[in-house]
């Protein structure tokens, strides 16, 4: 990008209005086609128990089952114990698992007025669904040694994931729609911050600015006001963990979204890039 650059942001705040629950459910069985049925069972059981805790009836949706794949530490960390001869020893004529996986998402309004009742309010939310017991987790026969062996070392590697959060533990986010008109105001005001910019550039350099050569942006959830310096970290680990996994149909998100009960945030940026006058 040349020429005369200038950049603006805004950051709309608002106060959550939904809850948002995202976990993954599992279920095993000898072939694919067991599996997926256990699955099934566990999608119907979690859906009638959601709905009984208040979830919205249209926002309970699972993603399509996909079978258990092992992620690049844990095939780096499977590596190092096999040239070191620690790997686990498969135990013999043991029957073959298939294990699929899918995604659960739901979502609760709040209708908290500010911080002090949604923190009241989301953590009785969060305290009834923990108590659920949603059918989320493999269940089955009895381990036998060598399996408990392989259990116990994926799940140290999945309590070591460099901070990510784990998604077979229930995440929540607390999300607030951003209007396409509050939106389309907040990128023209970017814009406008974006010139400014460049314009003082440009006097700083004696030069005038000329024609656009370009311009783009982006827009993404981002920490909102003294929440900035607090959930920060958190934010990046779990706020857009859950974005990113979102099926957004969109180019971007069109969400203020944020780990904690409170103001959440919303951020828009423009890069326009002038041409110098001759």
């Known amino acids: 990008m040349s020429g005369v650059v200038g950049t603006g942001s805004v950051t709309l705040e608002r106060e959550p209005n939904v809850m948002r629950l995202q976990l993954m459910v599992e279920a095993e069985g000898k072939d694919v086609k067991e599996a997926l049925a256990k699955l099934k069972e566990k999608e119907a059981a979690d859906r009638e128990q959601l709905q009984k805790l208040g979830a919205a009836r249209e926002s309970v949706k699972f993603s399509d089952a996909q079978p258990e794949e092992i992620n690049s530490?844990?095939?780096m960390q499977r590596m190092i114990q096999m040239r070191m001869g620690n790997a686990p020893k498969p135990a013999k004529n043991q029957p073959v698992v298939v294990t699929?996986?899918?995604t659960?998402?739901?979502e609760w309004p709040l209708t908290g007025k500010d911080g002090d009742e949604l923190l009241v309010e989301a953590q009785d939310l969060e305290d009834?669904?923990?108590a659920a017991d949603l059918p989320v987790k493999k269940a089955g026969k009895p381990l036998t040694p060598e399996q408990e062996e392989v259990a116990e070392e994926n799940q140290g590697m999945n309590n070591n994931n460099d901070g990510q959060p784990n998604p077979r533990d229930p995440a929540f986010t607390?999300?607030?729609k951003i209007s396409d008109e509050d939106?389309?105001?907040a990128?023209?005001?970017a814009y406008k911050k974006a010139r400014d910019d460049a314009q003082r550039l440009a006097k700083a350099a004696n030069v005038e600015l000329g024609s656009i050569r370009f311009i783009g942006g982006s827009a993404a959830p981002a920490p909102a006001g003294d929440r900035m310096d607090t959930y920060a970290a958190a934010f990046q680990q779990q706020a857009m963990f859950n974005v990113m996994t979102q099926q957004q149909?969109?180019?971007e998100v069109q969400e203020a979204v944020g780990p904690q009960p409170g103001k959440v945030g919303y951020r828009i940026t423009v890069n326009v890039s002038f041409a110098p006058k001759e």
């Open 73 to 75: 530490q844990q095939q």
């Open 104 to 106: 659960l998402k739901a």
């Open 174 to 176: 607390f999300v607030c």
């Open 187 to 189: 990128r023209a005001e």
């Open 249 to 251: 149909g969109a180019d």
């Open 183 to 185: 939106r389309a105001a």
């Open 100 to 102: 699929l996986s899918t």
């Open 128 to 130: 009834k669904i923990k």
